[in-house]
């Protein structure tokens, strides 16, 4: 069994809003007629005081169904109430001569006129609140306040009051009908803001998964991109090996079977979210993976001291340099050299593999001990066909270096890659150091 406010509590927080705005423009109405409609009753005759009560009533019901058509409007459900708005206006033009007329040839009490009067001013001054929900600029709510005020002193004059008299009943109109109309646009206004909190929170949440996602393909393309292209190349190797009777083709397929236990595991991590690249790690492997494809790697300078935050991201450089190296295939040199400089740490990845490949259209492993590790020209190798793709990530359209670059904005870092000079590729990772995050000096 529900629970009497059950209805409430399942409703969205703006729905919540609007919900009590609609009751509020309801109460209004409803105080309109109990403030002037019902202690009419009591000063009018017995025939006046039944219809011009009624009126009154008349009135106060229009004006709620005028405000609730003018915040579906203000919501963007139904069109703008045009028709209803002048409907309105005209209901309230007719209760505030029938107020004068009662004023005027009614019985010569002073009750009626007070009554008369009370109930001019309010259907004026609560007429220009209603009708402003239906106005969105300011300048237009504004002449709707003035144009009532000015309705007031038009329907005054016919009872023969003094000048001043006039302007008084203009002036109360105009206060009156001015604060419910700032309140019934501050109100749209509310509205309309919560809504749109609400739907920027929803486009925060969708941008949150959105972004979650790059960053799992990010790190997935990270962690798998050189593990796939070592074990191309090591079982590539381990074929060749295989074809001419040697026996170092089991420990190639070993090997193997290491790194892919390994990326299994890497794999895990990334999905948990807990995987962070260790510099030192990074640098060893890589070295180790290069030497294995018969590349000549130096590595200098030392990661220790450096902040975590840091070593995470340039070990993603390494990773990500390391793993072009292999697909470009076809280099015979390369060092990676990790330095201080006065305001930061400064990680160089260098190789001569640009630009250069083999014409003889051999398989990038010819010779069966690991040879120089270059790419065909013609069918190109397992090697390279590895990585998804051929040729160094370069700044020109390489998404692992769009995905280097965004992991080093996060530690305020640069990233700099690209051909130099003559078959020459650098990469150069930049990442400045405070004084809050000093490390120990990093050899070069």
């Not at 069994?1 to 609007?18: F, N």
């Not at 009532?148 to 206060?175: E, H, I, N, Q």
């Not at 010819?366 to 160094?392: E, P, Q, R």
Request: net charge neutral; charged share 20%; hydrophobic share 45%.
């Amino acid at each position: 069994m529900r629970r009497p406010w059950g209805w409430w509590r399942r409703k969205s927080t703006p729905a919540k809003v609007e919900t009590y705005t609609r009751w509020s423009f309801h109460f209004f109405a409803a105080a309109e007629f109990m403030a002037v409609g019902l202690p009419s009753v009591g000063g009018l005759p017995a025939g006046l005081g039944l219809w011009l009560p009624a009126l009154t009533l008349a009135h106060c019901t229009l004006g709620a169904v005028t405000a609730s058509r003018a915040l579906d409007w203000t919501r963007g459900s139904r069109p703008r109430p045009v028709r209803l708005l002048w409907t309105f206006a005209a209901v309230t033009a007719t209760v505030a001569f029938a107020a004068v007329g009662v004023a005027e040839h009614g019985p010569d009490h002073e009750s009626v006129d007070a009554a008369a009067s009370a109930v001019l001013g309010a259907v004026l001054a609560f007429g220009a609140g209603f009708t402003a929900l239906g106005v969105r600029r300011r300048r237009r709510v504004l002449a709707v306040v003035a144009a009532f005020a000015l309705g007031a002193g038009v329907v005054a004059l016919p009872l023969g009051l003094s000048g001043a008299a006039v302007l008084a009943a203009m002036a109360a109109v105009f206060l009156g009908g001015g604060v419910l109309a700032f309140t019934s646009v501050f109100s749209a206004w509310l509205l309309d803001a919560v809504f749109r909190l609400d739907e920027a929170r929803d486009t925060r949440a969708r941008l949150a998964v959105a972004e979650e996602r790059l960053r799992f393909g990010r790190d997935l393309h990270d962690v798998m991109g050189r593990n796939l292209a070592v074990i191309a190349l090591k079982s590539e190797l381990a074929v060749q090996l295989a074809r001419r009777g040697r026996p170092d083709a089991v420990e190639q397929m070993i090997e193997v079977q290491r790194i892919a236990r390994e990326s299994q595991r890497e794999v895990r991590d990334v999905v948990r979210g807990y995987r962070e690249a260790d510099l030192g790690v990074e640098l060893a492997g890589a070295q180790g993976v290069l030497t294995a494809a018969g590349i000549a790697c130096e590595v200098s300078g030392e990661p220790g001291g450096l902040p975590a935050a840091v070593q995470s991201a340039l070990g993603w450089v390494v990773r990500e340099a390391t793993t072009n190296v292999l697909r470009h295939g076809d280099a015979g040199r390369c060092s990676v050299t990790l330095r201080r400089t006065a305001g930061g740490v400064v990680l160089t990845v260098e190789n001569d593999g640009a630009g250069h490949t083999d014409a003889d259209g051999g398989t990038g492993l010819a010779n069966a001990g690991g040879g120089s590790g270059h790419a065909d020209a013609g069918g190109g190798s397992a090697l390279a066909d590895a990585g998804g793709g051929s040729g160094h990530a370069d700044a020109g359209g390489g998404s692992g270096l769009a995905g280097l670059r965004e992991r080093l904005r996060g530690v305020d870092g640069t990233l700099e890659a690209g051909p130099v000079g003559t078959g020459t590729f650098r990469l150069v990772a930049e990442v400045p150091l405070s004084e809050k995050t000093a490390v120990r000096e990093v050899t070069s």
